[in-house]
């Protein structure tokens, strides 16, 4: 078993910045892939970005160039730095692990709200 928990999210105005921050717990090694994608009302879960165990990454073309996704494995954690933000990058965060089974666990999300 995977707990993902982020932080980080709030209120900030167009152009500014947040840093998400998802802490893994439980099996940590057994975790291949991290991610985060959001989700605003009424619309599907999207993929924000991923990255690999070896740090390779993926990012969703509408924030590429502004959020950068980076993984400190000795702190068992996930960022996502948000820049450049913009009112359609409002919506809840969610942090997201891949096992080595392909086993998918997510957290319980965090509320980012960018004003215009």
């Known amino acids: 078993q995977v707990q993902l928990v982020e932080s980080g999210g709030g209120l900030v105005q167009a152009g500014g910045s947040l840093r998400l921050s998802c802490v893994a717990s439980?099996?940590?090694?057994?975790?291949?892939?991290m991610g985060w994608y959001r989700q605003t009302p009424g619309k599907q879960r999207e993929l924000v970005a991923q990255?690999?165990?070896?740090?390779?990454?993926n990012y969703a073309a509408s924030v590429k160039g502004r959020f950068t996704i980076s993984r400190d494995n000795a702190k068992n954690t996930m960022y996502l730095q948000m820049n450049s933000l913009k009112p359609e990058d409002t919506a809840v965060y969610y942090c997201?692990?891949?096992?080595?089974?392909?086993?998918?666990?997510w957290g319980q999300g965090t509320q980012v709200t960018v004003s215009s």
């Open positions: 997201n692990a891949l096992n080595l089974v392909s086993r998918v666990y």
């Open positions: 439980g099996s940590i090694s057994s975790i291949n892939i």
């Open positions: 990255i690999t165990s070896g740090g390779r990454t």
